[in-house]
């Protein structure tokens, strides 16, 4: 059995539903679109929940914004950022707003605009293996859920879009597919009735010596966990987050998480770094969304990505009148590579970069972690330059690389100028305040949790300069090894 469409799109997740609505409004042209997906059923995962403000600018243009109506999404309106008690306010600037949901719920969603779209068949089926005729893709092999016999589906283009395990990666890329890296994994649980530090912004955690925890609330009543777990991973997670990361998150989220915990088990899902790679190597077939190009979703930027990546593409593809000619094709694939990567390249970086400092390995990384929230603390452009640069409302690697060293100067000009955590044994291990958190002087907010021991702030003496100005350079040298390889990995093009 053999069918043929125009375009042939393998994932209806994301990226694969949202193109394959999209390449279906095109008023030129009208082609027949086929969406191939093993499973039909909701998906059911721990990420790819949140999406910031330029991801649902983008839903609009697509004519997707249906997508978050009647599934319960949440408005985010910013972040707030915890560390030892203290908290700071990231608001999106503008009134820009974000939206929180249940992914499974979302791309259902979007399924079902590509479902109702003009030429597009959406087919429940198990893709096997990529159809290759003279040196090009030609189409696919799969089995449908209701058989068991192979069908070929044939099209003049293949697009790819099955996801971070993508099946076909590199069978497409060939030489010049870049390695994946697993940073750590997000361990994830959904608390009930939790009340976050600010109600509708994203809560990040800093805990000292683990990575960070990311709260946001995903529905009225479901609040989302996410756990960042370096290897290798515990063999008990459950009671790695209760007696490891418990003691340093706000009072009021401990039992939630105790009840959650018990409740259920935890959930992980593998954090990758994927850079982009151009696509040139096999004709009449290309990679799009996760399959593609992967950032650490610390940042909840992979949405935001795909459907710029689906929207540009899209507007791209509508103007070539024949796809089996792969020179247009190469152009179109050339205009897109540098087209998002004002958008893509500052997401990328961001998500790694923040990542580094905001999981703190080293003695160099927490003097960066403790002088980003203070940078945070200063407010103003210190707050709306980097959430700008994080929803995607300023999509500039020039901006970021400005912030991102100003923050290590400023982390630097801390060293000397700011009071130092000293630690000292408590004497009365019930002297302590009941966890209220209370406003300081800059705006930030205070509380002292519950510790076995207690924390003096003291200024550096002269004494303390040699050492300091060393771990200064440390610092410096520290920032440039993060964003300096990030960088290239955007920059190059071959």
């Not at 203290?86 to 939206?99: A, K, L, S, W």
């Not at 589906?153 to 390695?179: E, H, K, Y």
């Not at 990384?365 to 330059?385: I, P, W």
């Amino acid at each position: 059995m053999s069918s043929q469409y125009d375009v042939l799109i393998v994932g209806a997740g994301i990226a694969g539903s949202a193109l394959a609505h999209a390449l279906s409004q095109s008023s030129a042209l009208q082609r027949r679109i086929a969406l191939l997906e093993r499973s039909l059923a909701e998906p059911d995962r721990i990420v790819g929940e949140l999406l910031q403000p330029a991801g649902v600018a983008f839903l609009d243009k697509l004519g997707l914004q249906g997508a978050l109506e009647g599934i319960d999404a949440i408005p985010v309106h910013g972040y707030a950022v915890v560390q030892d008690g203290r908290i700071v306010h990231i608001p999106y600037p503008d009134g820009r707003e974000g939206r929180s949901f249940h992914h499974g719920l979302f791309v259902q969603g979007l399924r079902e605009h590509a479902m109702r779209a003009k030429g597009v068949d959406v087919i429940e089926a198990t893709v096997n293996e990529l159809v290759e005729e003279e040196g090009r893709v030609v189409g696919v092999k799969a089995t449908r859920s209701s058989g068991k016999e192979k069908e070929v589906f044939r099209a003049d283009l293949t697009i790819i879009a099955d996801g971070c395990f993508s099946n076909f990666r590199s069978i497409v890329q060939g030489p010049s597919a870049r390695p994946s890296n697993t940073k750590s994994h997000f361990c994830g649980a959904i608390l009930k009735d939790a009340l976050l530090p600010i109600s509708q912004h994203g809560t990040v955690a800093l805990v000292r010596g683990h990575g960070p925890v990311l709260l946001y609330q995903i529905s009225e009543h479901d609040t989302r966990m996410l756990v960042d777990v370096k290897g290798p991973l515990p063999s008990d997670l459950k009671k790695y987050i209760i007696t490891e990361i418990l003691p340093s998150l706000p009072n009021q989220l401990h039992e939630p998480i105790r009840v959650a915990l018990s409740a259920d088990r935890v959930r992980r899902m593998p954090n990758s770094f994927l850079p982009p790679a151009p696509q040139t190597h096999k004709r009449g077939v290309i990679l799009l969304g996760d399959a593609w190009n992967m950032r650490h979703p610390l940042t909840g930027g992979g949405m935001t990505v795909a459907l710029s990546d689906v929207y540009i593409f899209s507007q791209h593809l509508d103007k070539v009148n024949d796809l089996l000619d792969w020179s247009q094709m190469k152009g179109v694939l050339n205009k897109w590579w540098w087209e998002r990567k004002g958008l893509a390249a500052t997401i990328n970086i961001m998500s790694i970069a923040l990542y580094d400092v905001f999981g703190a390995d080293g003695e160099c990384l927490t003097v960066f972690q403790d002088g980003c929230f203070k940078y945070f603390e200063r407010g103003g452009e210190s707050v709306r330059g980097p959430v700008s640069l994080l929803s995607g409302i300023a999509p500039s690697t020039s901006l970021l690389a400005y912030h991102f060293f100003y923050v290590a100067f400023y982390s630097i000009w801390s060293l000397f100028a700011h009071p130092r955590r000293i630690h000292a044994p408590r004497a009365d291990s019930e002297s302590h305040m009941n966890g209220t958190p209370h406003m300081t002087g800059n705006g930030g907010v205070h509380a002292d949790e519950k510790h076995s021991d207690m924390h003096i702030m003291q200024m550096p003496s002269i004494l303390d300069y040699p050492r300091l100005f060393w771990l200064s350079c440390r610092v410096l040298w520290t920032a440039c090894v993060i964003f300096g390889p990030l960088l290239w990995t955007e920059i190059r093009w071959w």
